[in-house]
């Protein structure tokens, strides 16, 4: 090895050492349980309620350094780190949360939460109905954005936090976010909104509603009561999910993993997979359906195609993001064309409208609606940036 | 944003002297935001920049600037008319595609603007036009071969440009080495800042 090598490996090394993160560790999940009634926006009511949570660093002592984090369709409370028994189960957000990461929890105290209607853990389809003894199953109600909010608000009073540092979420989690500046702008000091739209555009209720029919139509689907009679509408949920996942990836991001590659590198001309796309779909639907729920699936859905914040101003986003008081990051991915950029931008345009102290975004990522679960340097570093900003103004 | 990252630049100190503290600014082509930084810092102003490159976004949000990463030459859509005091163009002007649009976005969503340009019509820049070679400086930092000025101009150039589109001057400030300065500006000056209205 020449010596000019020789240094620059050692540099190198020394570079990984200054950027080493690591991993919150071993986690454990907590419950609450709420005795206050939560009245839904579907005109509904849930009687008592738990939520399923997970937190990662400390909280400081006038508990301002607090951030909640909020999960898109099929994630849970489990953010970071991985369970002792489960080592392997690594938490959906692991390359953004952790020590020294861009949302560092050695400065920040993270919560993840597993939200109403849920299916790991709080209260949803798979819980007890207290006023009739048996499994909610089909008759859990509809909900909404705005009922996981207040949910998530009622955890925050909970654990003792009045207001949060930042609200982050990606996705559906965004929305979470958005919601958040809307419905209690002075609980959060920052929100940050990463691939998110104002609300779905026809094609994306299209898109649910191809997920949601193939569930419904399943045979086992039972009108939703399938657990009580010991099955599920797994085809339903497993076609579902190949629905899905199609829409998360960019075209050119399939072209690039999959092609035209075929798996056994011939044509067999019968219907079993022959191309390699068809492969990958199939094993990520068949994963999901092992251990999703499919009313938990429908509900999610409906929760996508309800968000719509500037439906109570007529379509005025601008009216409806007025009372927003937080700071707010917006970052939108290039090829997500589920949750375009210009989807993004048109709540930047109505936060600007309000003068809201907002920054934005654009990464030219080729992965699509996936992208914001990936860890592309120049987001991460955006993020982490962001995070520092947050950092100084709690420490000033 | 021009080869305007980092320090302190000349124009700075003569922009800031035209917006009214506490103003509410536009910073297109902002760069690392290191002119929001020192208007919020010296004037008490608010706003935002607008900024295409993805370092600049990144140290924009490292020096605490609000900054919206879009294309300037897309126009202004993001923001609604008469939303600023202030729409300022740093060295930004001359690199642009399509000059008169965003003169023109710049008055509609701004009261009033500020441009800054290095002046071509500085006598050095022409002495070495006319010793043969295209003219390389502090101001015009770029070879020929990859100047991303593409619309590079003179004050004389500039003032017949915003007379003939009824945009009316407010100020004028010509300076070279960072000094103001009033003789012959078009000949003497090396970087111009322009305070315009509609």
């Given at each position: 090895m020449t010596p000019e090598r020789k240094l620059r490996g050692f540099f190198m090394a020394a570079s990984k050492t200054l950027h080493s993160t690591t991993s919150v560790g071993t986690v454990v999940p907590q419950t609450a349980r709420f005795t206050d009634p939560l009245p839904l926006r579907s005109g509904a009511m849930l009687r008592d309620y738990e939520l399923v949570y997970e937190t990662y660093g400390v909280l400081n002592a006038d508990s301002s350094n607090a951030v909640l984090v909020c999960h898109a369709l099929n994630a849970s409370h489990h953010v970071a780190g991985v369970y002792a028994d489960d080592p392997e189960n690594t938490g959906w957000w692991d390359n953004m949360i952790g020590p020294g990461k861009p949302l560092d929890t050695n400065r920040f105290f993270v919560i993840g939460v597993n939200n109403l209607g849920g299916c790991h853990g709080s209260t949803g389809p798979l819980s007890l109905n207290p006023d009739t003894g048996k499994l909610w199953g089909g008759d859990f109600p509809v909900v909404t954005v705005e009922d996981w909010v207040d949910a998530q608000a009622r955890l925050a009073d909970h654990l003792g936090i009045s207001r949060f540092a930042a609200v982050m979420g990606g996705s559906l989690g965004a929305m979470q976010a958005l919601a958040w500046t809307i419905r209690y702008p002075q609980r959060l000091q920052h929100s940050i909104v990463i691939a998110c739209a104002p609300n779905l555009s026809a094609q994306n209720i299209a898109f649910n509603e191809v997920a949601r029919q193939a569930i419904i139509t399943d045979p086992d689907f039972n009108d939703g009561h399938y657990q009580a009679l010991g099955t599920a509408p797994k085809r339903g949920l497993r076609v579902a999910r190949m629905v899905g996942h199609i829409t998360y990836l960019s075209d050119d991001e399939m072209a690039n993993k999959f092609g035209r590659q075929l798996k056994n590198g011939k044509l067999n001309y019968t219907f079993d997979t022959e191309f390699q796309i068809e492969s990958y779909l199939r094993h990520q639907g068949n994963k999901f359906a092992d251990h999703f729920d499919a009313n938990t699936y429908l509900r999610i859905t409906k929760v996508l195609d309800y968000f719509d914040p500037a439906l109570e101003t007529g379509g005025d986003l601008t009216q409806a993001l007025q009372k927003v008081a937080a700071g707010v990051l917006v970052i939108s991915f290039t090829t997500d064309w589920r949750f375009s950029p210009e989807r993004s931008r048109e709540i930047v345009h109505a936060l600007l409208d309000n003068r809201v102290r907002v920054t934005y975004a654009e990464i030219d990522a080729p992965h699509g609606h996936d992208a914001f679960l990936l860890d592309d340097p120049r987001y991460h570093r955006l993020v982490a940036a962001y995070f520092e900003r947050v950092h100084q103004e709690l420490a000033s | 944003m021009i080869g305007r990252n980092?320090?302190?630049?000349?124009?700075?100190?003569?922009?800031?002297?035209?917006?009214?503290?506490?103003?509410?600014?536009?910073?297109?082509?902002?760069?690392?935001?290191?002119?929001?930084?020192?208007?919020?810092?010296?004037?008490?102003?608010?706003?935002?920049?607008?900024?295409?490159?993805?370092?600049?976004?990144?140290?924009?949000?490292?020096?605490?600037?609000?900054?919206?990463?879009?294309?300037?030459?897309?126009?202004?859509?993001?923001?609604?008319?008469?939303?600023?005091?202030?729409?300022?163009?740093?060295?930004?002007?001359?690199?642009?595609?399509?000059?008169?649009?965003?003169?023109?976005?710049?008055?509609?969503?701004?009261?009033?603007?500020?441009?800054?340009?290095?002046?071509?019509?500085y006598w050095k820049n022409r002495l070495q036009v006319l010793r043969g070679r295209m003219p390389v400086s502090e101001t015009l930092p770029f070879e020929w071969f990859n100047t991303p000025n593409i619309h590079l101009c003179t004050v004389a150039d500039f003032e017949r440009f915003c007379a003939e589109r009824g945009i009316r001057i407010v100020a004028r400030t010509v300076l070279t080495g960072g000094r103001p300065l009033t003789a012959l500006p078009n000949l003497l000056g090396e970087l111009a800042v322009y305070h315009f209205g509609g």
């Amino acid at each position: 090895m020449t010596p000019e090598r020789k240094l620059r490996g050692f540099f190198m090394a020394a570079s990984k050492t200054l950027h080493s993160t690591t991993s919150v560790g071993t986690v454990v999940p907590q419950t609450a349980r709420f005795t206050d009634p939560l009245p839904l926006r579907s005109g509904a009511m849930l009687r008592d309620y738990e939520l399923v949570y997970e937190t990662y660093g400390v909280l400081n002592a006038d508990s301002s350094n607090a951030v909640l984090v909020c999960h898109a369709l099929n994630a849970s409370h489990h953010v970071a780190g991985v369970y002792a028994d489960d080592p392997e189960n690594t938490g959906w957000w692991d390359n953004m949360i952790g020590p020294g990461k861009p949302l560092d929890t050695n400065r920040f105290f993270v919560i993840g939460v597993n939200n109403l209607g849920g299916c790991h853990g709080s209260t949803g389809p798979l819980s007890l109905n207290p006023d009739t003894g048996k499994l909610w199953g089909g008759d859990f109600p509809v909900v909404t954005v705005e009922d996981w909010v207040d949910a998530q608000a009622r955890l925050a009073d909970h654990l003792g936090i009045s207001r949060f540092a930042a609200v982050m979420g990606g996705s559906l989690g965004a929305m979470q976010a958005l919601a958040w500046t809307i419905r209690y702008p002075q609980r959060l000091q920052h929100s940050i909104v990463i691939a998110c739209a104002p609300n779905l555009s026809a094609q994306n209720i299209a898109f649910n509603e191809v997920a949601r029919q193939a569930i419904i139509t399943d045979p086992d689907f039972n009108d939703g009561h399938y657990q009580a009679l010991g099955t599920a509408p797994k085809r339903g949920l497993r076609v579902a999910r190949m629905v899905g996942h199609i829409t998360y990836l960019s075209d050119d991001e399939m072209a690039n993993k999959f092609g035209r590659q075929l798996k056994n590198g011939k044509l067999n001309y019968t219907f079993d997979t022959e191309f390699q796309i068809e492969s990958y779909l199939r094993h990520q639907g068949n994963k999901f359906a092992d251990h999703f729920d499919a009313n938990t699936y429908l509900r999610i859905t409906k929760v996508l195609d309800y968000f719509d914040p500037a439906l109570e101003t007529g379509g005025d986003l601008t009216q409806a993001l007025q009372k927003v008081a937080a700071g707010v990051l917006v970052i939108s991915f290039t090829t997500d064309w589920r949750f375009s950029p210009e989807r993004s931008r048109e709540i930047v345009h109505a936060l600007l409208d309000n003068r809201v102290r907002v920054t934005y975004a654009e990464i030219d990522a080729p992965h699509g609606h996936d992208a914001f679960l990936l860890d592309d340097p120049r987001y991460h570093r955006l993020v982490a940036a962001y995070f520092e900003r947050v950092h100084q103004e709690l420490a000033s | 944003m021009i080869g305007r990252n980092g320090a302190q630049r000349p124009d700075f100190a003569a922009i800031a002297q035209s917006v009214q503290r506490g103003a509410n600014v536009l910073d297109l082509g902002c760069g690392d935001g290191t002119l929001l930084k020192f208007l919020q810092q010296t004037r008490g102003v608010t706003g935002y920049g607008v900024e295409i490159d993805d370092s600049n976004v990144l140290a924009c949000v490292k020096n605490g600037v609000n900054v919206i990463q879009s294309d300037l030459e897309r126009g202004l859509s993001e923001f609604e008319d008469n939303s600023f005091d202030f729409v300022v163009l740093s060295q930004t002007l001359q690199a642009m595609r399509n000059t008169e649009r965003i003169m023109r976005e710049m008055l509609r969503v701004g009261r009033a603007g500020i441009v800054t340009f290095p002046n071509f019509g500085y006598w050095k820049n022409r002495l070495q036009v006319l010793r043969g070679r295209m003219p390389v400086s502090e101001t015009l930092p770029f070879e020929w071969f990859n100047t991303p000025n593409i619309h590079l101009c003179t004050v004389a150039d500039f003032e017949r440009f915003c007379a003939e589109r009824g945009i009316r001057i407010v100020a004028r400030t010509v300076l070279t080495g960072g000094r103001p300065l009033t003789a012959l500006p078009n000949l003497l000056g090396e970087l111009a800042v322009y305070h315009f209205g509609g």
